[in-house]
């Protein structure tokens, strides 16, 4: 266990190294500047500026100084937020991110689960026919329909919840913004556990343990249920990455102060070094969530070998 | 019985005349009355695209001022007007049609790249699989909305360039796919016989490996075009896709977000079309992928 840790993160580090290379230099490649827009600078307050931040220096040079800095720790400071860091943006901006796609993720696993279980031991019966029909609709309708939908009904018509906003995280806030991102998570998650379901029930070694007499609910619970959530495992690692790094619409409708909506704006003003931290954020997230998620796969799969 | 008798004859042709595994798909999908649904739903929808603008009274863009939020069924507006007096109807049938064509652009890009670099990966194998699939676990770990703002601010927001931008980006998973599916192909029997009849690498690939591709690869394509029109929609509804006086179902449902307090109408009716479309697209997948990959009946 422990050498195969070492060795996937091992093999991490050239990828990662790579996402920082290529986006480095298809960001720079793109036209555009941190410091338009403004005020006109004079050519000298520009060059003044440039030097400031150390863009005056040849290109491949710049880019060994910002590798030199991520080795370190340092992810440089924001070319538009004057006297902020890389990571102190990161810092103000992730909580925010964090609450919403953590706490969707979780709900949306415990109830996709628990829908697709049910919908798989009532095959071809209504209860099965029901959820699949709802989790159709799920998967067909994106967020950026059922949020604003949600918002008239819910927030503008009922008036039960605010339209919009953070308030601190007050929970009122939250509702809406949760349900939208779970919502198609749910349809996902509850067709892929019914299909796994449906596959390992017809199997020899379910058809044994009943043959043995052992109660359905332990049979599901203890020897179903293990192997049905493999295709599930593999799906939540990247699924969670996306929604952890913010989803943009939910922030843009619900005008929360997550990640996703920065990385847009940041990524829209050049504003190098900041979109360089968060490409470095979600590409150590998706590694590390498939590296979980490939240990939980040996975890529950015991014919899987971790070498 | 005699070789070459009509009897003989007679029981070869009936041989021949067997149930290919296509035949055997076909039959399989045409039983499926969800995705018989979502073809005649899919079909109608096309149709709509291309012919409903020459049949409805008004053009797309056109402003008529007396008729600003004029609700449905009011004055020959079917489906009502927007903020401007733009018939909803005859935008709606516009942005159906940008949205299907480029579902359908970028998906064929992104076919075109995924079927291609998965094959020869996957084929030539060692060192040179190693290193494309390198690039495609790269690739993956790099934001969608990265490449999708560098490539618009880089070649301005042409839709053209809004195909191929998405085109480009949604390949990586059909390679993936592409490449599982070859190295299970490439030692079978008919490969070797083709190696030992003295084709090359890309004549193998084109001729052999490819075709027999073809399952899988169908089945993820209607999977593949409505996440690209979601995609367009997404990009649309942040301001970076189809500009104006152009329209997508991502334009329309953003501008009847904003509205919707106002003129409901303008929200409910292109998220209908949209999820009406998507499930369309959505049986198609799952028919033809019960009807290609029976082991599940």
């Known amino acids: 266990m422990l050498r195969f840790l070492l060795r996937r993160l091992l093999v991490a580090v050239p990828t990662l190294f790579l996402v920082i290379t290529v986006a480095f230099f298809m960001m720079r490649a793109a036209p555009g500047s941190p410091f338009v827009n403004e005020r006109q600078l004079t050519p000298q307050v520009e060059a003044a500026v440039m030097a400031k931040f150390g863009m005056d220096k040849p290109l491949h040079e710049q880019y060994f100084n910002y590798l030199a800095g991520v080795v370190k720790g340092d992810f440089g400071p924001s070319l538009k937020y004057r006297d902020k860091s890389v990571l102190d943006i990161l810092h103000d901006n992730y909580k925010v991110s964090l609450i919403l796609g953590g706490v969707s993720i979780l709900l949306a696993a415990i109830i996709g689960l628990s829908l697709g279980v049910i919908a798989a031991l009532r095959q071809n019966r209504v209860a099965d026919y029901l959820t699949m029909g709802v989790a159709i609709l799920g998967v067909c309708i994106p967020t950026f329909v059922t949020a604003p939908l949600l918002v008239l009904v819910f927030a503008s018509r009922l008036g039960w919840l605010p339209t919009a906003g953070w308030n601190g995280g007050a929970l009122a806030n939250l509702v809406l913004p949760i349900t939208v991102l779970a919502l198609p998570q749910i349809a996902i998650i509850s067709r892929l556990t019914r299909a796994g379901m449906i596959e390992v029930l017809r199997s020899n070694y379910i058809r044994t343990a009943r043959a043995k007499g052992l109660p359905e609910s332990l049979i599901v619970r203890k020897h179903a249920l293990r192997a049905a959530i493999l295709p599930l495992v593999s799906y939540l690692g990247p699924a969670a990455a996306g929604l952890l790094t913010g989803s943009l619409v939910v922030e843009k409708i619900f005008n929360l102060p997550g990640l996703g909506k920065f990385f847009v704006i940041s990524a829209l003003q050049r504003d190098y070094t900041v979109v360089m931290g968060m490409v470095i954020v979600y590409a150590l997230l998706i590694l590390v969530l498939n590296l979980i998620a490939d240990m939980l796969y040996a975890a529950l799969d015991p014919r899987v070998k971790l070498s | ?297």
């Open chain 2, 1 to 297: 019985m005699i070789p070459g008798s009509p009897q003989r004859a007679d029981l070869l042709e009936r041989a021949v005349k067997g149930r290919s595994l296509w035949d055997d798909a076909r039959r399989r999908l045409f039983a499926n009355k969800a995705a018989v649904a979502g073809m005649i739903v899919l079909a109608v929808m096309v149709l709509a695209a291309i012919v409903g603008p020459f049949l409805v009274p008004f053009h797309y863009d056109t402003v008529t001022k007396p008729d600003v939020w004029v609700g449905p069924g009011v004055r020959g507006h079917l489906l009502g007007t927007d903020s401007l007096g733009r018939d909803l109807l005859s935008r709606l049938l516009a942005g159906l049609g940008v949205s299907l064509a480029i579902g359908v652009v970028a998906t064929s890009v992104s076919l075109l790249i995924g079927v291609l670099w998965g094959a020869v990966a996957g084929y030539i194998g060692g060192r040179v699989d190693e290193i494309m699939m390198r690039v495609v676990d790269t690739l993956y770990s790099l934001p969608f909305i990265f490449f999708v703002i560098l490539l618009m601010v880089t070649f301005g927001r042409n839709i053209f360039l809004i195909f191929l931008a998405i085109g480009a980006v949604e390949w990586l998973t059909m390679s993936r796919i592409v490449r599982g599916q070859t190295l299970s192909l490439k030692n079978k029997e008919f490969i070797e016989a083709a190696r030992a009849a003295g084709l090359g690498s890309r004549q193998i690939i084109l001729k052999h490996i490819v075709p027999n591709l073809l399952g899988p690869v169908v089945v993820y394509v209607t999977l593949t075009i409505p996440a690209i029109i979601i995609a367009e929609s997404f990009l649309s509804f942040l301001g970076l896709g189809v500009q104006p006086p152009m329209a997508s179902l991502g334009t329309l449902i953003a501008g009847g977000a904003q509205d919707m307090e106002i003129a409901p109408w303008l929200l409910v009716f292109p998220s209908l079309t949209m999820v009406i479309t998507l499930m369309a697209f959505n049986f198609i997948g799952d028919g033809l992928r019960d009807a290609l990959d029976p082991k599940d009946r």
